[in-house]
């Protein structure tokens, strides 16, 4: 049951960004051009898209966080840190400059596959390309902490 509702919400969520338009980059890049501004070319409908989100993800957790587990697990899963440490910053940034250069997020990303888009493809394997060697990194940088630590 768990694997459908997952499924279900993945579809509600993609056909939400076929409609909002967000699996097209060159409106996420034509909001990201602020010298459009002046010009009246800006696009302004990601900020209706991103209120909705915000919207519905502050009244989502306010519900779910009522409950006293999830529905489809045991706990909650939740941080366990709450500083800042260079990952977290460094990551945002990287996404923020990806999202920039390709006008492309991972969500819609995924959607303009099926459109058969070759900056999608570009986009989904170079994004994977990087997920793999940041999990080698990371693994990486923890087994030599671990090694120092028993010297």
Do not use: E, Y
């Amino acid at each position: 049951m768990a694997i459908f509702a997952q499924f279900l919400i993945g579809l509600i969520f993609g056909l939400g960004l076929i409609i909002s338009g967000m699996s097209d980059p060159a409106k996420v890049l034509n909001f990201l051009d602020l010298a459009a501004i002046p010009k009246g070319t800006w696009d302004a409908s990601l900020v209706f898209v991103m209120a909705g989100a915000v919207a519905v993800t502050f009244v989502g957790f306010r519900f779910v966080f009522k409950s006293s587990r999830p529905i489809f697990a045991d706990c909650f899963h939740l941080p366990a840190t709450t500083g800042l440490d260079a990952r977290i910053v460094i990551g945002p940034v990287l996404f923020g400059i990806g999202w920039g250069m390709a006008g492309f997020c991972p969500g819609p990303a995924f959607t303009a596959l099926i459109g058969k888009s070759p900056a999608a493809f570009i986009f989904v394997s170079a994004m994977f390309t990087g997920m793999v060697a940041a999990r080698w990194l990371a693994n990486r940088t923890s087994s030599a902490r671990a090694k120092i630590q028993t010297l």
